[in-house]
């Protein structure tokens, strides 16, 4: 925090602060009492984040009010913690689906969406820092989820599935995350992937009368048709009714992170006639193992959501 009011975006970030606060306190997230003596506030932190958009353009400066989960006590301050959220087998059929009917594909993004999630356990955390109000003692008695909170995910996603299942929809048997409600001009489906949905349906109307219906029970941002999904960049041929996921953006992030921009291209990393003989060779340094170990991954995870639909 200290460093991010340091900087010279500090005024933005004071901004996204602000706003983070005004969320807080329209949702009634918590009622500020005189901790008991047998409670021990939760502490939370401020974590900051720039967004941005399809061509890696600055979109908006974000804060979040964070709890710190790790400090919580499973039976005492948390039960149950798991939410589902759609598979990638389950965006690359409905993106097939929209591509061949030539369906509507639109974008939600659900504002502060944990802080939706009604709590069923007794849970305080300290006052924010930087926003203390009251007397010494005093801490924040929760009303609803915050991000952070181990419950956090399923609360919302609770919340989220009985206001869907109020608008007429019903989970898919193979998916938990895919919501459908059935029609006499054909089926609208909705995509959740925690704050991000997806809406596919036939009809333009259609599509606008379910964003109506989710922006009266929840602050939503409406994105228009889908360009920009999970750091993924949607490319669609209408006319060809095809939609092709590309990812230059997420891969010219991690070629950074890790030093390679100037590393020139190969069309094989390895000559594949070299045989990896266990026990030969130098071990890896363990100072560089970890950093290792995430780059495999990150490579790992972009061909998991890259693909093309006809």
């Known amino acids: 925090m200290e460093e991010a009011l340091q900087s010279s975006q500090a005024a933005e970030w004071t901004q996204a602060m602000d706003e983070e606060m005004e969320s807080l306190r329209a949702n009634n997230t918590w009622t500020l009492e005189r901790a008991p003596g047998i409670v021990t506030p939760i502490p939370v932190k401020w974590v ?3 967004k941005k958009d399809a061509n890696g353009s600055i979109e908006r400066y974000k804060a979040r009010l964070v709890a710190k989960g790790f400090r919580q006590r499973e039976g005492v ?3 149950e913690v798991f939410a589902p959220v759609s598979k990638h087998a389950t965006l690359r059929t409905l993106l097939a689906v929209v591509a061949s009917r030539d369906m509507q594909l639109h974008h939600l993004d659900i504002k502060t969406a944990f802080l939706n999630g009604e709590l069923e356990e007794d849970v305080w955390v300290e006052q924010p820092a930087g926003y203390q109000e009251g007397e010494p003692g005093m ?3 929760l009303n609803r989820a915050l991000y952070g909170l181990r419950q956090a995910p399923r609360a919302w996603h609770l919340k989220l599935k009985e206001e869907l299942v109020a608008m007429g929809f019903t989970t898919c048997d193979a998916d938990a995350a895919l919501f459908v409600r059935k029609g006499d001009k ?8 925690v704050d991000d949905i ?6 333009e109307r259609e599509v606008e009368s379910v964003k109506a219906a989710i922006k009266q029970v929840f602050d939503a941002r409406d994105l228009g048709e889908a360009s920009f999904f999970l750091g993924m960049i949607i490319e669609r ?3 060809n ?5 590309t990812q230059a953006r997420m891969t010219a992030n991690i070629v950074d992170k890790y030093g390679l921009s100037d590393a020139k291209p190969r069309s094989l990393p390895l000559d594949p006639a070299l045989r990896l003989m266990q026990g030969e060779g130098e071990r ?13 991954g990150s490579l790992l995870y972009l061909p998991r959501w890259a693909s093309s639909a006809t």
Not at 198 to 203: G, M, Q
């Open 139 to 141: 801490a924040c008695h």
């Open 77 to 79: 301050d948390y039960d």
């Open 198 to 203: 997806l809406i596919a349906s036939d009809t």
């Open 48 to 50: 900051f984040k720039i």
């Open 237 to 239: 041929d209408r006319a």
């Open 186 to 193: 054909g089926n609208t489906y909705l995509l959740i992937y």
């Open 241 to 245: 009714r095809s939609i092709k996921l």
């Open 284 to 296: 890896l340094d363990a100072s560089t193992a970890e950093s290792y170990a995430q780059l495999v």
